[in-house]
């Protein structure tokens, strides 16, 4: 079975830039999350989606992020423009039900904001 | 508001020394706890799931306990390939709805041999 795939895995920009992510999930898994993961912290839930509807983005900041899931599938998690603190690894995750805490995790992509 | 401590942060043992990892958690009632590992360069990887008191897993050297106010992950006489940051979350019945998991800090595991 494969794993959850995300690009890029590494990505550099400069402040007020714009940068996307893309997230492939495990195929049957309804429910999506993009986390970030600051060094030496745990990961934060930004955003949560069941099938196509966002179900949490309580902690999104939507003055500059915004995420999609497009036919319940893929999904793509942009920024802009970019600060220096968006500086983290960003993933994603899928379980097969959002109930369902045994999530299962991208490698991530690795964000620095120069 | 739902909150997860874990100590130590950092964690150096001999091959072979066993611990134990602490993960304190303040929720309004818990549905899940969940237990992650996470290499460098890599996302987390599901261990273990305890849903009551006095709950225990055992996977190979690990072993993950619970009572009503923290979790254990006990490591019994680790490899240096356990060495990792481990990860606890949990999940509680405030965010049934939404299954949202709230995350520790993490315990970085170093084991030399």
């Known amino acids: 079975e494969a794993g959850v795939a995300q690009s890029p895995r590494y990505k550099i920009i400069e402040k007020r830039q714009s940068v996307a992510f893309w997230c492939n999930p495990i195929?049957?898994?309804?429910?999506l999350y993009w986390y970030q993961q600051i060094l030496g912290q745990g990961p934060k839930l930004l955003i949560q989606f069941q099938n196509n509807g966002v179900v949490d983005d309580s902690q999104l900041p939507k003055d500059r992020f915004s995420a999609e899931r497009l036919k319940g599938v893929d999904s793509t998690l942009k920024i802009q423009p970019a600060k220096l603190e968006d500086s983290a690894v960003y993933l994603c995750?899928?379980?097969?039900?959002?109930?369902?805490?045994?999530?299962?995790f991208g490698p991530g992509t690795r964000l620095l904001v120069l | 508001e739902d909150q997860v401590t874990q100590s130590p942060e950092a964690l150096r043992l001999q091959e072979g020394e066993s611990s134990s990892l602490n993960c304190s958690y303040t929720v309004s009632g818990l549905r899940g706890l969940f237990w992650y590992r996470q290499d460098p360069g890599k996302g987390p990887e599901f261990l273990f799931t305890l849903y009551s008191a006095g709950e225990e897993k055992e996977k190979e050297r690990l072993k993950a306990t619970l009572t009503k106010k923290e979790s254990f992950l006990h490591i019994t006489a680790p490899k240096p390939e356990d060495s990792a940051t481990y990860l606890c979350?949990?999940?509680?019945?405030?965010?049934?709805?939404?299954?949202?998991?709230?995350f520790g800090q993490g315990t970085t595991l170093q084991v030399k041999p």
């Open positions: 979350a949990v999940q509680s019945h405030g965010s049934s709805n939404t299954g949202k998991l709230i």
């Open positions: 195929s049957g898994h309804a429910t």
């Open positions: 995750a899928s379980s097969l039900d959002m109930r369902d805490g045994a999530q299962y």
